[in-house]
């Protein structure tokens, strides 16, 4: 049995679940229609169920909602929902985040003060399949609303869907495409170059750079050990990944393995042989 909380449109309402004693929210054409405010209904049918973080939940529920616009609410169900066809489960407590974040990022266009996203190019390599559902939210934003979002909004909105299908969360990802940008400047820096952003090595580069990152976070080990070889093959390539190394051990707190420095120095190494 769910008693309704509040109407957000036809398509969008706020119950509590009487028997787990929690608040979701429905959305689904017309699952608003005729409902009353406390009025007690047996099911819901033909709409999707939205819970919220139990972390979050006094501060996520009627308060939060109230301050979002329903239109928002609903943008951002139908980018889950996106989200939902290309990955298939993903965890759906996004949905108030990512509904606040657009809301924001339109009353800030709306004021001429759109934020810039330093990070988008990384944003785009790092996470290519969750920036395609990105920009399906950028194209649903402008059928909803009439406005059309900046890119690097698309970038920021491509955070929320990646949070969604993995345990980082947004600050996390943020921080290693900032300890990314930081690594490539200063490739090109030792290297006395501009690096091709077009090129498959340029790609491999920065996805092996985010997953080694991910690895020492997470504790995981490479077992193949290619260090001798590369110290001996390719030597100035690995001093400058441990440069680099180093530099991101200040900032996630842990250390980098000399297996780990010298797969890096073999992505640096293909890089320079390309230059």
Do not use: W
């Not at 990022?105 to 399949?129: S, T, Y």
């Amino acid at each position: 049995m769910f008693k309704i909380l509040k109407i957000l449109n036809n398509n969008g309402i706020l119950v509590m679940d009487l028997e787990k004693k929690e608040e979701i929210i429905f959305l689904g054409k017309g699952v608003g229609f005729g409902k009353r405010v406390n009025e007690n209904v047996k099911e819901i049918a033909n709409a999707k169920a939205y819970r919220f973080a139990k972390e979050n939940v006094r501060t996520d529920s009627i308060h939060t909602i109230k301050s979002i616009s329903p239109v928002f609410i609903e943008i951002a169900g139908n980018i889950i929902e996106e989200a939902e066809k290309k990955f298939g489960t993903v965890d759906n407590h996004i949905l108030l985040p990512l509904a606040d974040h657009i809301a924001f990022a339109i009353k800030r266009m709306e004021e001429g003060l759109e934020l810039q996203n330093p990070f988008i190019q990384e944003i785009k390599v790092l996470f290519e399949e969750e920036y395609a559902i990105a920009e399906k939210g950028k194209e649903i934003i402008k059928e909803k609303t009439g406005l059309i979002i900046s890119n690097d909004e698309v970038g920021y909105i491509t955070l929320h869907v990646h949070t969604a299908l993995t345990k980082e969360h947004i600050s996390q990802s943020m921080n290693i495409a900032k300890m990314i940008q930081e690594g490539l400047q200063y490739i090109e820096k030792k290297l006395q170059t501009s690096l091709n952003e077009d090129t498959i090595s340029y790609t491999r580069l920065l996805t092996h750079m985010k997953f080694m990152i991910l690895r020492v976070i997470n504790d995981e080990k490479l077992h193949l050990d290619m260090t001798g070889y590369v110290l001996e093959h390719f030597p100035d390539a690995f001093d400058l990944a441990k440069e680099i190394c180093l530099h991101f051990e200040k900032e996630i707190k842990k250390s980098f393995s000399d297996i780990e420095i010298s797969y890096f120095a073999i992505h640096i190494e293909r890089i320079k042989s390309i230059e």
